[in-house]
Each structure stands twice: as C-alpha cells, then as structure tokens.
C-alpha cells in the first residue's frame, strides 16, 4: 500500500474511445445497476458511492470527469476519491478556519512585536500550525485505513467500464 501526500488521492485512465461515444455507454451502464444511492451519473460527471452500512468516519466516495483526449479516438477518465461530502465540508470549514487564525494572530503579533510588546501571537499562530498539521495526518490516517473501500470503489469503476464496453489503455497515472 502506498501512501499518498494528497487529500484527495487522483487517477487518469486514458480510454480507448471518443469522449461523444463513451458518457452516453457509462451513462447507460450506470442506469442499469440497481441503486441509484450508490451510482449516480450527470453527463460527463458520475459519482460511486459505498453503502451506508460500510461507512465508517473516513470513507470514500470515488467522482468521475470524462475530458477530452490527444484525438478523437480517445479520451480520459479522470477519477478522485475523497470523503463524504459532509466530512469534505467539514474539513475545509476546518482549514478556513485555521488560515485565519494563523494569519489575523500573525498580524495581531507582528503589531506587538512592533510596539515592542511581548509577541505572544506567535503562540497562537504555532498552536494553530499544530492543529492544522493535525488535521492533515488524520486525513492521511483515515485513507490508510479506508485503503480496502478505496479498491472496492475503484473494483466497481473498472466493472461500469467493462459493462459500458469501454477499453482503458495502459495502467493509471496518478496525478
């Protein structure tokens, strides 16, 4: 298992058909399967979801974006997987929040620092960089462990293309 450094770990799978010939086959092959909870598909944007009883804190959901290839003949998947919306939400209110305090507590220190006061803004600007470091090594934490949801979904996105008969050229590139 590798571990990636991204908060939303990414694949590109190049496809051996026209970006026209393939959403429209992916759509028909999203249609088919039988919860719509779990597989939802919006032109050239699809969605693969676990089971609410699978969930745990961390779990995935796996988007998909089909974009244009090098010729007419190809085009590429671009998939992503991240946590579940309200998680998502959560952790940049998160990050937003911790931006702002490093930087308004970096101002208000930089002002004492000036006036020749005591800085202790500074404390406040360390302990927040200790909580958004944090924040970022649980979420590499919990895609460590919610690495077996992340192949189940990637396992249900290979078994849509084969369905929609759709060839992947080569192996994935992350990126």
Known sequence: MIMQWDIE????????????????????????????????????????????????????HLTGYFLAGADESTCYLLGRFAPRPNLWVLIWIFYLAFFCIIFFA????????????????????????VLYASLFIASQIGQALCHDQIDLLRERLHGLLREADLTVRGSENSG
């Open 106 to 129: 970096g101002i208000y220190a930089g002002s004492q620092w000036l006036v020749g006061e005591f800085p202790w803004g500074f404390a406040i600007v360390a302990a927040t960089f």
């Open 9 to 60: 770990p990414d694949f590109r799978l190049e496809i051996l058909a026209s970006r026209e010939s393939a959403i429209p086959r992916f759509v028909s092959a999203i249609e088919r399967k039988s919860d719509p909870r779990l597989y939802l598909a919006h032109g050239e944007y699809a969605e693969l979801h676990l089971e609410p009883t699978v969930h745990r804190l961390w779990s995935p």
